[in-house]
Protein backbone atom coordinates (compact mmCIF):
# COMPACT_ATOMS: atom_id res chain seq x y z
CA UNK A 1 0.00 0.00 0.00
CA UNK A 2 0.67 3.60 -0.66
CA UNK A 3 1.24 5.51 2.41
CA UNK A 4 1.67 8.97 3.31
CA UNK A 5 4.28 8.36 5.60
CA UNK A 6 6.30 5.53 7.35
CA UNK A 7 4.98 4.74 10.84
CA UNK A 8 7.62 4.75 13.46
CA UNK A 9 7.38 1.24 13.53
CA UNK A 10 9.78 -2.04 12.26
CA UNK A 11 7.99 -4.26 10.52
CA UNK A 12 6.14 -1.91 9.12
CA UNK A 13 2.45 -2.72 9.08
CA UNK A 14 1.08 -4.24 6.03
CA UNK A 15 -2.29 -1.14 5.86
CA UNK A 16 -2.41 2.18 7.26
CA UNK A 17 -5.43 5.10 6.67
CA UNK A 18 -4.64 8.35 8.10
CA UNK A 19 -7.99 9.77 9.45
CA UNK A 20 -6.06 13.62 9.67
CA UNK A 21 -5.81 15.08 13.30
CA UNK A 22 -3.68 13.71 16.10
CA UNK A 23 -4.61 12.98 19.97
CA UNK A 24 -2.71 12.62 22.96
CA UNK A 25 -2.58 9.72 25.59
CA UNK A 26 -3.14 9.93 29.16
CA UNK A 27 -1.81 8.09 32.11
CA UNK A 28 -5.71 7.42 32.89
CA UNK A 29 -6.67 4.50 30.68
CA UNK A 30 -10.00 3.03 30.90
CA UNK A 31 -10.66 -0.40 29.14
CA UNK A 32 -14.24 -1.24 27.45
CA UNK A 33 -13.55 -4.89 27.17
CA UNK A 34 -16.02 -7.31 24.91
CA UNK A 35 -16.90 -10.29 27.04
CA UNK A 36 -15.66 -12.87 24.62
CA UNK A 37 -11.99 -10.80 25.13
CA UNK A 38 -10.99 -11.18 28.72
CA UNK A 39 -9.85 -14.46 28.18
CA UNK A 40 -7.27 -13.40 26.00
CA UNK A 41 -6.50 -9.43 27.54
CA UNK A 42 -5.74 -11.77 30.26
CA UNK A 43 -2.94 -13.98 28.57
CA UNK A 44 -1.50 -10.97 26.91
CA UNK A 45 -1.14 -8.67 29.89
CA UNK A 46 -2.51 -6.25 28.18
CA UNK A 47 -3.55 -3.93 30.86
CA UNK A 48 0.19 -3.92 32.35
CA UNK A 49 1.88 -3.79 29.29
CA UNK A 50 -0.04 -0.63 28.37
CA UNK A 51 1.09 0.82 31.37
CA UNK A 52 4.92 -0.01 31.41
CA UNK A 53 4.77 0.99 27.72
CA UNK A 54 3.07 4.71 28.75
CA UNK A 55 5.39 4.75 31.74
CA UNK A 56 8.70 4.35 29.55
CA UNK A 57 7.10 6.64 26.84
CA UNK A 58 9.80 9.19 25.22
CA UNK A 59 7.34 12.35 25.15
CA UNK A 60 5.62 12.02 29.09
CA UNK A 61 4.87 16.53 28.42
CA UNK A 62 2.62 15.53 25.53
CA UNK A 63 0.43 13.62 27.57
CA UNK A 64 -3.34 14.87 28.57
CA UNK A 65 -5.71 14.65 31.57
CA UNK A 66 -8.71 13.56 30.13
CA UNK A 67 -9.00 9.72 30.08
CA UNK A 68 -7.77 7.85 26.82
CA UNK A 69 -11.00 4.55 26.36
CA UNK A 70 -9.43 1.60 24.82
CA UNK A 71 -11.85 -0.87 23.65
CA UNK A 72 -11.33 -4.66 22.58
CA UNK A 73 -13.39 -6.71 20.54
CA UNK A 74 -13.32 -10.12 18.81
CA UNK A 75 -13.86 -10.25 15.36
CA UNK A 76 -14.32 -13.48 13.20
CA UNK A 77 -12.52 -13.91 10.00
CA UNK A 78 -8.95 -11.74 10.99
CA UNK A 79 -5.77 -13.72 9.95
CA UNK A 80 -5.27 -15.31 13.46
CA UNK A 81 -2.25 -13.07 14.31
CA UNK A 82 -3.77 -10.00 12.23
CA UNK A 83 -5.27 -7.19 14.38
CA UNK A 84 -6.54 -3.53 13.47
CA UNK A 85 -6.02 -0.60 15.76
CA UNK A 86 -7.85 2.32 15.11
CA UNK A 87 -6.56 5.67 16.86
CA UNK A 88 -8.97 8.90 16.90
CA UNK A 89 -10.92 11.22 19.05
CA UNK A 90 -12.97 8.29 20.70
CA UNK A 91 -9.59 6.79 21.96
CA UNK A 92 -8.02 3.45 20.46
CA UNK A 93 -10.30 0.61 19.33
CA UNK A 94 -8.16 -3.13 19.10
CA UNK A 95 -9.87 -6.06 16.76
CA UNK A 96 -8.05 -9.91 16.75
CA UNK A 97 -9.59 -12.76 16.28
CA UNK A 98 -6.84 -14.79 18.28
CA UNK A 99 -4.41 -14.09 21.03
CA UNK A 100 -1.81 -14.04 19.41
CA UNK A 101 -3.11 -11.52 17.22
CA UNK A 102 -4.15 -9.50 20.25
CA UNK A 103 -0.54 -9.74 21.25
CA UNK A 104 0.91 -8.22 18.27
CA UNK A 105 -1.08 -5.39 18.25
CA UNK A 106 0.02 -4.56 21.99
CA UNK A 107 3.59 -5.07 20.40
CA UNK A 108 2.80 -2.19 17.75
CA UNK A 109 1.51 -0.20 20.64
CA UNK A 110 4.08 -0.21 23.00
CA UNK A 111 6.87 0.08 20.17
CA UNK A 112 4.77 3.28 19.15
CA UNK A 113 4.51 4.80 22.70
CA UNK A 114 8.16 3.89 23.27
CA UNK A 115 9.22 5.46 20.04
CA UNK A 116 6.93 8.01 19.30
CA UNK A 117 5.49 9.39 21.99
CA UNK A 118 2.60 10.09 23.27
CA UNK A 119 1.04 12.09 20.55
CA UNK A 120 0.46 10.08 17.70
CA UNK A 121 -1.28 10.98 14.40
CA UNK A 122 -5.35 9.65 13.86
CA UNK A 123 -4.63 6.67 11.92
CA UNK A 124 -6.31 2.96 11.20
CA UNK A 125 -3.69 0.03 11.33
CA UNK A 126 -4.74 -3.51 9.55
CA UNK A 127 -1.94 -5.81 9.58
CA UNK A 128 -1.14 -9.28 9.01
CA UNK A 129 1.80 -11.70 8.21
CA UNK A 130 2.72 -12.64 5.17
CA UNK A 131 4.30 -15.97 6.35
CA UNK A 132 2.80 -18.12 8.74
CA UNK A 133 6.38 -19.18 10.80
CA UNK A 134 9.00 -16.73 10.85
CA UNK A 135 11.69 -17.50 13.21
CA UNK A 136 15.13 -17.60 14.29
CA UNK A 137 17.82 -20.52 14.50
CA UNK A 138 21.00 -19.65 17.29
CA UNK A 139 23.67 -22.31 17.13
CA UNK A 140 24.46 -23.38 20.32
CA UNK A 141 25.95 -26.32 19.03
CA UNK A 142 29.36 -25.17 18.47
CA UNK A 143 31.14 -23.95 21.46
CA UNK A 144 28.59 -21.15 22.80
CA UNK A 145 25.80 -22.07 24.80
CA UNK A 146 23.92 -19.32 26.50
CA UNK A 147 22.93 -18.39 29.83
CA UNK A 148 19.58 -18.99 30.30
CA UNK A 149 19.00 -15.05 31.18
CA UNK A 150 20.49 -14.54 27.74
CA UNK A 151 17.94 -16.49 25.78
CA UNK A 152 14.76 -14.85 27.96
CA UNK A 153 16.05 -11.46 26.42
CA UNK A 154 16.46 -13.13 23.53
CA UNK A 155 13.08 -14.28 23.01
CA UNK A 156 11.74 -10.94 24.34
CA UNK A 157 13.63 -9.32 21.85
CA UNK A 158 12.36 -11.74 19.04
CA UNK A 159 8.44 -10.84 20.35
CA UNK A 160 9.64 -7.31 19.89
CA UNK A 161 9.81 -7.70 16.04
CA UNK A 162 6.63 -10.79 15.70
CA UNK A 163 8.87 -13.78 15.49
CA UNK A 164 6.91 -16.63 16.56
CA UNK A 165 9.60 -19.67 16.25
CA UNK A 166 12.83 -20.55 18.18
CA UNK A 167 14.91 -23.24 17.23
CA UNK A 168 18.56 -23.52 19.30
CA UNK A 169 20.34 -25.74 16.91
CA UNK A 170 22.57 -28.64 18.68
CA UNK A 171 25.48 -31.19 17.53
CA UNK A 172 27.72 -31.67 20.18
CA UNK A 173 26.68 -32.17 23.67
CA UNK A 174 24.34 -29.38 24.45
CA UNK A 175 21.59 -30.84 26.43
CA UNK A 176 22.27 -32.91 29.46
CA UNK A 177 21.76 -36.36 28.03
CA UNK A 178 21.88 -38.53 31.52
CA UNK A 179 23.11 -41.68 30.14
CA UNK A 180 25.97 -39.65 27.46
CA UNK A 181 27.02 -37.32 30.09
CA UNK A 182 30.15 -39.10 31.68
CA UNK A 183 31.58 -39.16 27.63
CA UNK A 184 31.85 -35.19 28.27
CA UNK A 185 33.08 -34.02 31.34
CA UNK A 186 34.27 -30.88 30.05
CA UNK A 187 30.41 -29.82 28.86
CA UNK A 188 28.17 -27.10 30.75
CA UNK A 189 24.85 -28.14 28.60
CA UNK A 190 21.07 -27.05 28.86
CA UNK A 191 19.03 -29.30 31.29
CA UNK A 192 15.68 -30.81 30.93
CA UNK A 193 14.20 -28.61 33.39
CA UNK A 194 15.99 -24.99 31.56
CA UNK A 195 14.47 -26.11 28.69
CA UNK A 196 10.94 -26.70 30.28
CA UNK A 197 11.41 -22.97 31.96
CA UNK A 198 12.27 -21.61 28.41
CA UNK A 199 9.30 -23.26 26.64
CA UNK A 200 6.84 -21.70 28.57
CA UNK A 201 8.69 -18.59 28.76
CA UNK A 202 8.43 -18.79 24.85
CA UNK A 203 4.88 -19.83 24.50
CA UNK A 204 3.93 -16.94 26.99
CA UNK A 205 5.18 -14.51 23.68
CA UNK A 206 3.49 -16.65 21.27
CA UNK A 207 6.63 -18.10 20.25
CA UNK A 208 7.18 -22.01 19.45
CA UNK A 209 10.13 -23.46 20.90
CA UNK A 210 11.03 -26.56 18.31
CA UNK A 211 13.84 -29.45 20.00
CA UNK A 212 16.62 -29.44 17.44
CA UNK A 213 19.52 -32.15 17.41
CA UNK A 214 21.32 -33.13 14.34
CA UNK A 215 21.09 -36.84 13.89
CA UNK A 216 23.55 -37.97 11.12
CA UNK A 217 25.75 -35.37 10.12
CA UNK A 218 27.93 -32.48 12.65
CA UNK A 219 28.19 -35.66 14.63
CA UNK A 220 31.88 -34.84 14.93
CA UNK A 221 31.69 -34.15 18.96
CA UNK A 222 30.41 -37.15 19.79
CA UNK A 223 32.40 -39.61 17.31
CA UNK A 224 35.63 -38.15 18.62
CA UNK A 225 34.98 -39.45 21.86
CA UNK A 226 35.92 -43.77 22.79
CA UNK A 227 32.52 -44.89 23.38
CA UNK A 228 30.80 -43.83 20.20
CA UNK A 229 33.75 -43.65 17.41
CA UNK A 230 32.75 -46.99 16.04
CA UNK A 231 29.26 -45.43 14.95
CA UNK A 232 30.49 -43.52 12.22
CA UNK A 233 30.52 -44.04 8.75
CA UNK A 234 34.23 -43.33 8.61
CA UNK A 235 35.97 -44.34 12.08
CA UNK A 236 39.59 -43.53 11.41
CA UNK A 237 38.36 -40.40 9.03
CA UNK A 238 36.90 -40.59 5.81
CA UNK A 239 40.54 -39.92 3.32
CA UNK A 240 40.30 -36.89 0.27
CA UNK A 241 41.69 -36.82 -2.62
CA UNK A 242 43.56 -33.47 -2.80
CA UNK A 243 47.17 -32.62 -4.30
CA UNK A 244 48.41 -34.46 -1.68
CA UNK A 245 46.78 -37.04 0.89
CA UNK A 246 44.09 -35.89 3.93
CA UNK A 247 41.94 -37.20 6.11
CA UNK A 248 38.98 -35.64 7.18
CA UNK A 249 37.69 -36.25 10.70
CA UNK A 250 34.42 -38.39 11.38
CA UNK A 251 31.68 -36.46 11.15
CA UNK A 252 28.36 -39.08 9.93
CA UNK A 253 27.34 -41.43 12.05
CA UNK A 254 27.10 -45.11 9.71
CA UNK A 255 23.27 -45.00 8.81
CA UNK A 256 23.38 -49.20 8.74
CA UNK A 257 24.43 -49.50 11.87
CA UNK A 258 21.34 -49.84 14.17
CA UNK A 259 23.41 -48.74 16.95
CA UNK A 260 23.09 -44.90 15.37
CA UNK A 261 18.78 -44.91 15.93
CA UNK A 262 19.27 -46.72 19.00
CA UNK A 263 21.60 -43.51 19.91
CA UNK A 264 19.30 -40.70 18.26
CA UNK A 265 16.01 -42.46 19.93
CA UNK A 266 17.40 -42.74 23.49
CA UNK A 267 18.54 -38.61 22.73
CA UNK A 268 15.16 -37.67 21.70
CA UNK A 269 13.44 -40.17 24.63
CA UNK A 270 15.64 -37.47 27.08
CA UNK A 271 15.51 -34.07 24.68
CA UNK A 272 11.48 -34.19 23.90
CA UNK A 273 9.79 -34.33 26.78
CA UNK A 274 10.79 -30.68 28.00
CA UNK A 275 8.97 -29.17 24.87
CA UNK A 276 5.16 -28.41 23.87
CA UNK A 277 6.18 -28.24 20.27
CA UNK A 278 4.40 -30.46 17.93
CA UNK A 279 7.94 -30.31 16.02
CA UNK A 280 11.07 -31.43 15.98
CA UNK A 281 13.95 -30.70 13.52
CA UNK A 282 16.02 -33.58 12.81
CA UNK A 283 18.60 -31.41 11.03
CA UNK A 284 19.73 -34.54 8.65
CA UNK A 285 22.30 -32.38 6.73
CA UNK A 286 26.08 -32.21 4.93
CA UNK A 287 26.35 -36.32 6.22
CA UNK A 288 30.14 -36.07 4.56
CA UNK A 289 31.02 -39.29 3.24
CA UNK A 290 27.72 -40.91 3.55
CA UNK A 291 28.01 -44.00 1.23
CA UNK A 292 31.53 -44.35 1.07
CA UNK A 293 32.79 -45.89 3.99
CA UNK A 294 30.59 -48.98 6.43
CA UNK A 295 27.51 -47.79 4.46
CA UNK A 296 29.28 -48.53 1.13
CA UNK A 297 28.09 -51.58 0.11
CA UNK A 298 24.34 -50.75 0.82
CA UNK A 299 24.62 -47.72 -0.97
CA UNK A 300 26.19 -49.77 -4.17
CA UNK A 301 22.83 -51.43 -4.01
CA UNK A 302 20.22 -48.81 -3.57
CA UNK A 303 21.64 -45.67 -4.72
CA UNK A 304 23.09 -42.71 -2.08
CA UNK A 305 19.55 -40.96 -2.14
CA UNK A 306 17.46 -44.14 -1.17
CA UNK A 307 20.69 -44.89 1.69
CA UNK A 308 20.18 -41.42 3.06
CA UNK A 309 16.11 -41.64 3.20
CA UNK A 310 15.81 -44.84 4.52
CA UNK A 311 18.37 -43.66 7.63
CA UNK A 312 15.99 -40.91 7.70
CA UNK A 313 12.98 -42.71 7.90
CA UNK A 314 13.91 -44.88 10.52
CA UNK A 315 14.90 -41.20 12.62
CA UNK A 316 10.73 -39.97 11.50
CA UNK A 317 9.94 -42.94 13.26
CA UNK A 318 11.23 -42.26 16.07
CA UNK A 319 10.15 -38.66 16.06
CA UNK A 320 5.84 -39.88 15.22
CA UNK A 321 6.18 -42.15 18.20
CA UNK A 322 6.61 -39.14 20.71
CA UNK A 323 3.41 -37.53 18.51
CA UNK A 324 5.75 -34.94 16.66
CA UNK A 325 6.00 -33.74 13.28
CA UNK A 326 9.50 -33.79 11.37
CA UNK A 327 11.81 -30.59 9.76
CA UNK A 328 14.78 -31.58 8.48
CA UNK A 329 16.83 -29.76 6.14
CA UNK A 330 17.01 -30.05 1.85
CA UNK A 331 20.63 -29.99 0.81
CA UNK A 332 20.60 -34.00 0.41
CA UNK A 333 17.69 -34.19 -1.14
CA UNK A 334 17.62 -31.13 -3.82
CA UNK A 335 20.60 -33.04 -5.18
CA UNK A 336 18.83 -36.43 -5.47
CA UNK A 337 15.28 -35.47 -6.76
CA UNK A 338 15.01 -39.39 -7.20
CA UNK A 339 13.84 -39.77 -3.81
CA UNK A 340 11.80 -36.44 -3.27
CA UNK A 341 8.09 -38.84 -3.89
CA UNK A 342 9.22 -40.21 -0.82
CA UNK A 343 9.21 -36.94 1.18
CA UNK A 344 5.98 -37.68 4.08
CA UNK A 345 3.17 -35.67 4.28
CA UNK A 346 3.98 -34.53 7.91
CA UNK A 347 7.62 -33.60 6.84
CA UNK A 348 8.43 -29.99 6.23
CA UNK A 349 11.50 -29.24 4.32
CA UNK A 350 14.44 -26.87 5.65
CA UNK A 351 15.65 -25.28 2.07
CA UNK A 352 19.20 -23.48 3.18
CA UNK A 353 21.74 -21.22 1.02
CA UNK A 354 23.76 -18.30 2.84
CA UNK A 355 24.99 -16.60 -0.80
CA UNK A 356 23.55 -13.89 -1.89
CA UNK A 357 24.68 -14.76 -5.40
CA UNK A 358 22.81 -17.92 -5.49
CA UNK A 359 18.32 -17.59 -5.87
CA UNK A 360 16.64 -19.64 -3.91
CA UNK A 361 14.26 -19.36 -6.58
CA UNK A 362 15.62 -23.27 -8.17
CA UNK A 363 14.83 -25.21 -5.22
CA UNK A 364 11.84 -23.17 -4.32
CA UNK A 365 9.80 -23.79 -7.29
CA UNK A 366 10.97 -27.47 -7.43
CA UNK A 367 9.67 -27.98 -3.88
CA UNK A 368 6.64 -26.20 -4.71
CA UNK A 369 5.90 -28.10 -7.78
CA UNK A 370 6.52 -31.69 -6.21
CA UNK A 371 3.49 -30.51 -3.24
CA UNK A 372 6.42 -30.26 -0.64
CA UNK A 373 5.90 -28.51 2.52
CA UNK A 374 9.13 -26.43 2.92
CA UNK A 375 10.62 -23.39 4.80
CA UNK A 376 13.23 -21.13 3.22
CA UNK A 377 16.40 -20.29 5.70
CA UNK A 378 18.63 -17.38 4.88
CA UNK A 379 21.35 -16.18 7.40
CA UNK A 380 22.50 -13.49 9.50
CA UNK A 381 26.33 -13.76 7.43
CA UNK A 382 27.75 -13.18 10.72
CA UNK A 383 29.92 -16.25 11.33
CA UNK A 384 33.17 -16.82 10.39
CA UNK A 385 33.47 -12.86 9.37
CA UNK A 386 34.24 -11.25 13.39
CA UNK A 387 31.49 -8.67 12.26
CA UNK A 388 29.21 -9.66 9.94
CA UNK A 389 28.51 -9.49 5.85
CA UNK A 390 25.68 -6.96 5.82
CA UNK A 391 25.04 -6.94 2.79
CA UNK A 392 25.36 -10.39 1.62
CA UNK A 393 23.15 -10.27 4.67
CA UNK A 394 20.67 -8.09 3.28
CA UNK A 395 19.99 -9.91 -0.28
CA UNK A 396 20.27 -13.17 0.78
CA UNK A 397 17.19 -12.57 3.23
CA UNK A 398 15.48 -10.30 0.88
CA UNK A 399 15.76 -13.23 -1.60
CA UNK A 400 14.27 -15.72 0.73
CA UNK A 401 11.59 -13.82 1.43
CA UNK A 402 11.06 -13.08 -2.01
CA UNK A 403 10.65 -15.74 -3.71
CA UNK A 404 9.21 -18.02 -0.69
CA UNK A 405 6.44 -16.00 -1.24
CA UNK A 406 6.58 -16.64 -4.91
CA UNK A 407 6.37 -20.08 -4.31
CA UNK A 408 4.14 -20.81 -1.09
CA UNK A 409 6.76 -21.27 1.30
CA UNK A 410 5.12 -21.68 4.96
CA UNK A 411 8.29 -19.81 6.76
CA UNK A 412 10.86 -18.35 6.61
CA UNK A 413 13.52 -19.35 9.27
CA UNK A 414 16.65 -16.69 9.75
CA UNK A 415 19.55 -18.85 10.94
CA UNK A 416 22.77 -17.84 13.11
CA UNK A 417 25.75 -20.34 13.01
CA UNK A 418 28.61 -20.74 15.24
CA UNK A 419 31.35 -21.94 13.06
CA UNK A 420 35.03 -21.42 13.91
CA UNK A 421 34.56 -20.64 17.66
CA UNK A 422 31.47 -18.44 17.07
CA UNK A 423 33.04 -15.20 17.61
CA UNK A 424 30.76 -12.98 16.98
CA UNK A 425 29.11 -11.26 20.21
CA UNK A 426 24.94 -11.70 19.98
CA UNK A 427 24.78 -7.29 18.53
CA UNK A 428 26.13 -8.68 15.24
CA UNK A 429 23.47 -10.83 14.30
CA UNK A 430 20.43 -8.52 15.81
CA UNK A 431 20.34 -6.31 12.33
CA UNK A 432 19.68 -9.96 10.40
CA UNK A 433 17.24 -11.18 13.16
CA UNK A 434 15.24 -7.85 12.86
CA UNK A 435 15.52 -7.79 8.57
CA UNK A 436 14.46 -11.49 8.40
CA UNK A 437 11.69 -10.81 10.80
CA UNK A 438 10.29 -7.08 8.80
CA UNK A 439 10.61 -9.47 5.74
CA UNK A 440 8.87 -12.37 6.76
CA UNK A 441 6.17 -10.35 8.53
CA UNK A 442 5.44 -8.00 5.49
CA UNK A 443 7.59 -8.89 2.81
CA UNK A 444 6.49 -6.04 0.19
CA UNK A 445 6.53 -3.30 3.07
CA UNK A 446 9.90 -4.23 4.36
CA UNK A 447 11.68 -5.08 1.53
CA UNK A 448 15.09 -2.75 1.34
CA UNK A 449 14.22 -0.37 4.33
CA UNK A 450 17.58 0.06 5.58
CA UNK A 451 16.97 3.34 6.89
CA UNK A 452 14.09 2.25 8.66
CA UNK A 453 15.79 -1.17 10.31
CA UNK A 454 18.64 0.98 11.22
CA UNK A 455 16.61 3.47 13.46
CA UNK A 456 14.81 0.59 14.96
CA UNK A 457 18.06 -0.91 16.33
CA UNK A 458 19.16 2.81 17.20
CA UNK A 459 16.07 3.39 18.84
CA UNK A 460 13.97 0.39 20.45
CA UNK A 461 16.37 -2.52 20.44
CA UNK A 462 19.80 -0.45 22.26
CA UNK A 463 18.16 2.73 22.91
CA UNK A 464 20.91 4.73 22.26
CA UNK A 465 20.68 8.57 22.57
CA UNK A 466 23.81 9.34 20.23
CA UNK A 467 21.66 8.19 17.31
CA UNK A 468 24.66 5.96 15.89
CA UNK A 469 24.17 2.19 16.73
CA UNK A 470 22.03 1.35 13.72
CA UNK A 471 24.65 3.01 11.17
CA UNK A 472 26.97 1.79 13.19
CA UNK A 473 26.21 -2.19 13.12
CA UNK A 474 25.73 -1.73 9.37
CA UNK A 475 28.68 -0.51 8.44
CA UNK A 476 30.36 -3.00 10.86
CA UNK A 477 29.61 -5.56 8.96
CA UNK A 478 30.92 -3.81 5.54
CA UNK A 479 34.92 -4.29 5.75
CA UNK A 480 34.71 -7.93 3.84
CA UNK A 481 33.96 -5.26 0.65
CA UNK A 482 38.17 -3.77 1.15
CA UNK A 483 39.10 -7.67 1.28
CA UNK A 484 37.74 -8.54 -1.99
CA UNK A 485 38.02 -12.41 -0.98
CA UNK A 486 36.79 -15.27 -3.09
CA UNK A 487 36.22 -17.05 0.50
CA UNK A 488 32.91 -18.22 0.86
CA UNK A 489 30.43 -17.82 4.17
CA UNK A 490 33.21 -15.57 5.66
CA UNK A 491 35.81 -13.17 5.75
CA UNK A 492 39.44 -13.24 4.80
CA UNK A 493 40.26 -11.34 7.99
CA UNK A 494 38.12 -13.98 10.18
CA UNK A 495 40.48 -17.28 8.31
CA UNK A 496 43.53 -15.73 8.74
CA UNK A 497 42.87 -15.59 12.74
CA UNK A 498 41.88 -18.99 12.63
CA UNK A 499 44.83 -20.40 10.86
CA UNK A 500 48.20 -19.14 12.97
CA UNK A 501 51.02 -17.05 10.89
CA UNK A 502 52.58 -18.15 7.31
CA UNK A 503 53.75 -16.77 4.61
CA UNK A 504 51.18 -15.38 1.90
CA UNK A 505 52.00 -18.43 -0.60
CA UNK A 506 51.34 -21.24 2.04
CA UNK A 507 48.21 -19.22 3.22
CA UNK A 508 46.87 -18.96 -0.14
CA UNK A 509 47.59 -22.60 -1.04
CA UNK A 510 45.50 -23.80 2.30
CA UNK A 511 42.58 -21.24 1.54
CA UNK A 512 43.06 -23.18 -2.12
CA UNK A 513 42.78 -26.24 -0.95
CA UNK A 514 40.18 -25.52 1.96
CA UNK A 515 37.89 -24.31 -1.13
CA UNK A 516 38.60 -27.34 -3.00
CA UNK A 517 37.64 -29.58 -0.54
CA UNK A 518 34.47 -28.43 0.05
CA UNK A 519 33.68 -27.95 -2.67
CA UNK A 520 34.08 -31.79 -3.40
CA UNK A 521 31.99 -32.73 -0.02
CA UNK A 522 29.48 -30.48 -1.00
CA UNK A 523 28.86 -30.96 -4.76
CA UNK A 524 29.80 -27.96 -5.61
CA UNK A 525 32.12 -26.07 -8.36
CA UNK A 526 35.65 -25.51 -7.05
CA UNK A 527 37.11 -22.05 -7.62
CA UNK A 528 40.64 -20.79 -6.68
CA UNK A 529 41.15 -18.44 -3.32
CA UNK A 530 41.53 -14.77 -4.80
CA UNK A 531 42.43 -11.88 -2.75
CA UNK A 532 42.43 -7.92 -3.64
CA UNK A 533 43.04 -6.48 0.45
CA UNK A 534 42.80 -2.52 0.27
CA UNK A 535 45.42 -2.51 3.37
CA UNK A 536 45.13 1.55 3.42
CA UNK A 537 41.72 1.31 3.14
CA UNK A 538 40.81 -0.83 5.69
CA UNK A 539 42.72 0.98 8.12
CA UNK A 540 40.67 4.04 7.60
CA UNK A 541 38.05 2.55 7.88
CA UNK A 542 38.86 0.78 11.56
CA UNK A 543 39.45 4.55 12.58
CA UNK A 544 36.39 5.60 11.60
CA UNK A 545 34.63 2.44 13.27
CA UNK A 546 36.69 3.72 16.54
CA UNK A 547 35.39 7.01 16.12
CA UNK A 548 31.50 5.94 15.85
CA UNK A 549 31.58 3.16 18.92
CA UNK A 550 32.99 6.31 21.12
CA UNK A 551 29.90 7.97 20.17
CA UNK A 552 27.46 5.68 21.26
CA UNK A 553 25.56 6.14 24.29
CA UNK A 554 23.60 3.22 24.67
CA UNK A 555 20.28 3.44 27.14
CA UNK A 556 19.87 -0.28 28.15
CA UNK A 557 20.73 -2.59 31.64
CA UNK A 558 23.63 -4.22 29.75
CA UNK A 559 25.05 -1.01 27.69
CA UNK A 560 29.40 -1.54 29.07
CA UNK A 561 29.00 -5.00 28.08
CA UNK A 562 27.80 -4.28 24.62
CA UNK A 563 30.27 -1.14 24.28
CA UNK A 564 32.71 -3.59 25.47
CA UNK A 565 31.78 -6.47 23.17
CA UNK A 566 32.07 -3.98 19.65
CA UNK A 567 35.17 -2.74 20.99
CA UNK A 568 36.78 -6.27 21.10
CA UNK A 569 35.36 -7.18 17.94
CA UNK A 570 37.32 -4.07 16.19
CA UNK A 571 40.53 -5.74 18.13
CA UNK A 572 39.93 -8.44 16.76
CA UNK A 573 39.65 -7.28 13.22
CA UNK A 574 42.80 -4.46 14.00
CA UNK A 575 44.55 -7.90 14.64
CA UNK A 576 43.88 -9.61 11.58
CA UNK A 577 44.80 -6.37 9.91
CA UNK A 578 48.42 -6.74 11.49
CA UNK A 579 48.43 -10.18 10.22
CA UNK A 580 48.40 -9.67 7.34
CA UNK A 581 51.06 -6.79 7.25
CA UNK A 582 53.17 -8.78 8.73
CA UNK A 583 52.68 -11.42 6.49
CA UNK A 584 53.10 -9.11 3.39
CA UNK A 585 55.88 -7.18 4.91
CA UNK A 586 53.68 -3.91 4.57
CA UNK A 587 55.84 -0.83 5.24
CA UNK A 588 58.51 -3.02 6.92
CA UNK A 589 62.81 -2.57 5.54
CA UNK A 590 64.55 -4.53 7.94
CA UNK A 591 64.04 -7.34 11.04
CA UNK A 592 63.67 -4.53 13.36
CA UNK A 593 60.34 -3.55 11.49
CA UNK A 594 59.02 -7.05 12.13
CA UNK A 595 60.10 -7.83 15.46
CA UNK A 596 58.02 -4.28 16.65
CA UNK A 597 55.21 -5.74 14.51
CA UNK A 598 55.28 -9.00 16.37
CA UNK A 599 55.55 -6.92 19.85
CA UNK A 600 52.94 -4.97 19.16
CA UNK A 601 50.59 -8.18 17.51
CA UNK A 602 51.05 -10.09 20.90
CA UNK A 603 50.59 -7.18 23.63
CA UNK A 604 47.09 -6.41 21.59
CA UNK A 605 46.29 -10.35 20.75
CA UNK A 606 46.67 -10.94 25.01
CA UNK A 607 44.24 -7.89 25.24
CA UNK A 608 41.83 -9.38 23.08
CA UNK A 609 41.96 -12.72 25.15
CA UNK A 610 41.33 -11.62 28.13
CA UNK A 611 38.84 -9.27 27.61
CA UNK A 612 37.45 -12.32 25.31
CA UNK A 613 37.04 -14.93 27.94
CA UNK A 614 36.01 -11.94 30.73
CA UNK A 615 32.93 -11.04 27.86
CA UNK A 616 32.31 -14.62 27.27
CA UNK A 617 31.89 -15.29 30.95
CA UNK A 618 28.86 -12.91 31.28
CA UNK A 619 26.48 -13.98 28.53
CA UNK A 620 27.02 -17.68 27.90
CA UNK A 621 28.59 -20.86 30.02
CA UNK A 622 31.92 -21.90 30.55
CA UNK A 623 31.85 -25.15 28.89
CA UNK A 624 32.75 -24.00 25.05
CA UNK A 625 35.26 -21.24 25.76
CA UNK A 626 38.48 -23.03 25.57
CA UNK A 627 37.52 -24.73 22.30
CA UNK A 628 36.29 -21.68 21.17
CA UNK A 629 39.97 -19.80 22.08
CA UNK A 630 41.95 -22.49 21.04
CA UNK A 631 42.98 -20.41 17.94
CA UNK A 632 43.64 -17.08 19.91
CA UNK A 633 46.34 -18.95 22.38
CA UNK A 634 47.96 -21.09 19.34
CA UNK A 635 48.45 -17.91 17.49
CA UNK A 636 50.08 -16.31 20.93
CA UNK A 637 52.36 -19.28 21.09
CA UNK A 638 53.18 -18.54 17.64
CA UNK A 639 54.41 -14.83 18.51
CA UNK A 640 56.34 -15.72 21.62
CA UNK A 641 57.80 -18.11 19.72
CA UNK A 642 58.96 -15.69 16.81
CA UNK A 643 60.38 -12.78 19.24
CA UNK A 644 62.85 -14.56 20.75
CA UNK A 645 64.61 -15.35 17.12
CA UNK A 646 63.90 -11.45 15.91
CA UNK A 647 65.80 -10.10 18.82
CA UNK A 648 69.02 -11.65 17.88
CA UNK A 649 68.90 -9.10 14.79
Not at 234 to 262: C, E, K, W
Not at 274 to 294: C, H, Q, R, Y
Request: with cysteine.
Amino acid sequence: MKQEQFMPLYPQPRLVKWLGGEKSWSANVTYDIQERAVPAVEQVRLNTRVEQALAGSSQHGASTDLPIHIGISLREGLHPEGYVLHWDDEGLRIEYSQPAGLHYAVVTIEQLLIRHGLTWSCCRIEDEPDFPVRGLMLDIGRSKIPKLSELFQLIDQMSMVKLNHLQLYMEGYCFEYEQHKMAFPESTPMTAEEFRRLDAYAASRFIDLVPNQNCLGHMGDWLSKPAYRELAEHPDGMPIDAPYPLTFPPTTLNPVDQRSLDLIRGMFDELLPAFTSDWVNINMDEPFGLGSGKSKERCDAIGLGPLYMEYAEGVMDIVRSHGKKVMMWGDVLTRHPEVVGRIPDDVTILDWNYDSSISFAEHCSMLQKNGISYYVCPGTSSWSSLSGRTDNMLNNIADAAVQGRKYGAGGLIVTDWGDNGHWQVPAISYPGYAYAAGLSWYTEGNLHLEDELKNYLTEYVFKDASGEIGHFLMELGRYYHLENSSLDNGTYLSALLTRRLKSRERLEKELSLFLRIFAELNGTTVSSFQLDFQYQDILEWLENRKEQLEKLDLQVPDADVLTDELRNTLRLIEQAVGIHRYMCRIDMTDAKDELNCIIDLESQLKLVIEEFNRLWRIRHREGGLATSTQAMYRLLDQYEGIRPLKNRF
